[in-house]
């Protein structure tokens, strides 16, 4: 491995012929000669032997946010059960944000159960299971890690292009006849499985700070773009599959996405910055974005807490009645149907809605399809909380 250089390398580019093929009787003759001719991509340099380099102040606040991660998952790590797959949820939830799929926590809640939603909250449920898989892959980051966490991201919406390295040019800002007037060019799709076999060498190196790796890693890897779509979202997974391989979060995810949607414009600038050599923005930008994602996150836990305490004192049920059990399940599921129920935690399915009674009369929570049959049940309180969450994260600007 080569030792520690100064400065981190830029992008370069190069020339490359292209072949628009824009029928001329749809596309008029201005737009096609601004289209023809060759253009030029990214040349992306290696970094597996490269070690980053920043300041020290930018070094000891990742490290303190590294350890405000850890302390974070130890905490809610001795409240696993509700608090994991909600914090999973609010993290998948806050980076499709930033790619404007932007879902209700209901919709989103509904599409989990696998019921017809909007399309953005399958979109979001999809990014739900990527998250899970980049989790789940965390022992052993490798290529076809990546490749199995966009597939569980785009299976179910885009099934042609998930799990599969692109084979087309891509680029970033432009228009879609062709890449000359791109704010980006990605590297061109032969190079893109040498890159990423690249950047996840670079990922299970031990001597380098978690945050800053984790930070370097994920703009490296939105660099390469390798995938025709799903980039952004299949890159912040990275990032937790990262933070987990290295210890730095064992139970819980950290929802950092809805750290960096409180000012995504500095987060598309620090990824541009990247490209131009310039480490310490990105490493700032995850910083800033995993404490503010601490803070958050503690207070919709808090509020979730307060919210089933709440529902001890109104319920009225038998200490061993069902009702306890779906009422610890809605914390996690604000959405439940009579399948879930069942599914969850053994309900027989005709004994659901005698179950959902005492709820039901407490006004945990109502029915709100107005169906017969195919009910739906909401506990509106926790639904509050979650979009509650995500307005805090709110966002002042995108791309």
Do not use: K
């Not at 303190?64 to 939830?93: H, K, Y």
């Amino acid at each position: 491995m080569s030792a520690a250089a100064p400065d981190w390398p830029a992008i370069g580019t190069r020339e490359v012929p292209w072949r628009p093929g824009l029928p001329e009787d749809v596309v008029p003759r201005a737009v096609r000669l601004r289209h023809a001719g060759p253009y030029r991509a990214a040349v992306v340099p290696e970094i597996a032997g490269r070690t980053p380099q920043v300041g020290a102040a930018v070094l000891r606040a990742a490290e303190d946010a590294a350890a405000e991660i850890a302390r974070f998952d130890t905490r809610m790590g001795s409240e696993v059960a509700p608090f994991a797959a909600v914090l999973l949820r609010t993290e998948s939830a806050s980076s499709s944000r930033i790619e404007q799929l932007t879902s209700g926590a209901r919709a989103i809640a509904v599409a989990e159960l696998g019921s017809p939603s909007t399309r953005n909250a399958e979109a979001v449920v999809g990014n739900v299971a990527a998250m899970r898989a980049a989790l789940d892959l965390a022992e052993a980051p490798s290529p076809a890690a990546v490749l199995a966490m966009h597939d569980a991201l785009l299976r179910d919406t885009e099934p042609g292009i998930a799990g599969r390295w692109r084979s087309e040019q891509v680029w970033v800002g432009g228009t879609s006849y062709g890449p000359h007037q791109a704010e980006y060019v990605a590297p061109v799709a032969q190079d893109v499985p040498g890159l990423v076999a690249d950047v996840t060498r670079f990922a299970v190196r031990t001597d380098i700070a978690p945050v800053v790796l984790a930070a370097v890693a994920h703009a490296q890897f939105e660099t390469i773009h390798p995938f025709p779509d799903g980039n952004g979202r299949a890159g912040r997974a990275l990032v937790h599959c990262l933070l987990r391989h290295h210890g730095v979060t064992r139970a819980v995810t950290v929802p950092v996405s809805a750290g960096l949607l409180v000012d995504v414009e500095g987060y598309f600038d620090a990824l541009t910055a990247y490209r131009r050599g310039e480490l310490e923005p990105v490493v700032e930008a995850f910083t800033r974005g995993t404490l503010t994602a601490i803070t958050n996150a503690t207070q919709l836990v808090e509020e979730l807490r307060g919210v089933r305490a709440g529902w001890d004192d109104v319920v009225r049920a038998r200490s061993d009645a069902a009702a306890w059990r779906i009422a610890d399940l809605l914390v996690r599921q604000p959405v439940v149907d009579a399948a879930a129920v069942t599914r969850e935690l053994g309900v027989p399915a005709q004994n659901v809605v005698r179950a959902l009674a005492p709820l039901l009369a407490a006004g945990v929570v109502t029915e709100f399809t107005g169906r017969r049959r195919n009910r739906m049940w909401q506990a509106r309180e926790v639904l509050d909380a979650l979009d509650g969450f995500a307005a805090r994260a709110g966002r002042r600007g995108g791309r």
